[in-house]
T-cell receptor, first 112, second 115 residues
Framework: GESVGLHLPTLSVQEGDNSIINCAYS??????FIWYKQESGKGPQFIID?????DKRQGQRVTVLLNKTVKHLSLQIAATQPGDSAVYFC???????????FGKGTKLSVKP | GAGVSQSPSNKVTEKGKDVELRCDPI?????LYWYRQSLGQGLEFLIY????????KSGLPSDRFSAERTGGSVSTLTIQRTQQEDSAVYLC?????????????FGNGTRLTVT
């Protein structure tokens, strides 16, 4: 079956360093990927998305990289700040426009 | 603008009681989703409404769970005869479903505790 999973459940970085959060997916038909940030007590918040016809997309301090050959995507956060501390999820629709499938998440902790 | 609104934000109920959770999606969004999130876990899909089509109920864990969406807008998730394992955060999300995929926009959830 299709799945979206994460390589590391937790990540601890020093404030100011760059963070990289990885995600693997299994459905080769997946053509659209989303990264969400979830802070304690809140719902997931959209960060950035990427379509399968792109390898890279940049936002404000965030970059998503997509490697379709190995079915892997990553979220890079530049100059990580304490406010970036949260759980990060990758998600995709599995090639359809129906149910959005989430991985278990990576908890990012930023040390001052 | 206004985001997805869910109520109540917290609900404590006794085992065996019924509960209703409400979701007000973003105006104009055609698709509405319910997910469940247990402590420290990812999001588990429950049900999905798209326009006037029959809902995708494939994620509902048992027949004690049901949902409806009235007038293509507000949705209510009902859990009958609640069990302790139903304790979780129930998240609602909506999006405008057009020709291309788009992200879901989530509310802050209802934290359900069954005692």
């Amino acid at each position: 079956g299709e799945s979206v999973g994460l390589h590391l459940p937790t990540l601890s970085v020093q404030e100011g360093d760059n963070s990289i959060i990885n995600c693997a997916y299994s459905n080769s038909a997946s053509d659209y990927f989303i990264w969400y940030k979830q802070e304690s007590g809140k719902g997931p918040q959209f960060i950035i998305d990427i379509r399968s016809n792109m390898d890279k997309r940049q936002g404000q301090r965030v970059t998503v990289l997509l490697n379709k050959t190995v079915k892997h995507l990553s979220l890079q956060i530049a100059a990580t700040q304490p406010g970036d501390s949260a759980v990060y999820f990758c998600a995709d629709y599995g090639g359809s426009q129906g149910n959005l499938i989430f991985g278990k998440g990576t908890k990012l902790s930023v040390k001052p | 603008g206004a985001g997805v609104s869910q109520s109540p934000s917290n609900k404590v109920t006794e085992k065996g009681k019924d509960v209703e959770l409400r979701c007000d999606p973003i105006s104009g969004h055609t698709a509405l989703y319910w997910y469940r999130q247990s402590l420290g876990q990812g999001l588990e899909f429950l049900i999905y409404f798209q326009g006037n089509s029959a809902p995708d109920k494939s994620g509902l864990p048992s027949d004690r769970f049901s949902a409806e969406r009235t007038g293509g807008s507000v949705s209510t998730l009902t859990i009958q005869r609640t069990q302790q394992e139903d304790s979780a955060v129930y998240l609602c999300a909506s999006r405008y479903r057009g020709s291309f995929n788009s992200p879901l926009h989530f509310g802050n959830g209802t934290r359900l505790t069954v005692t």
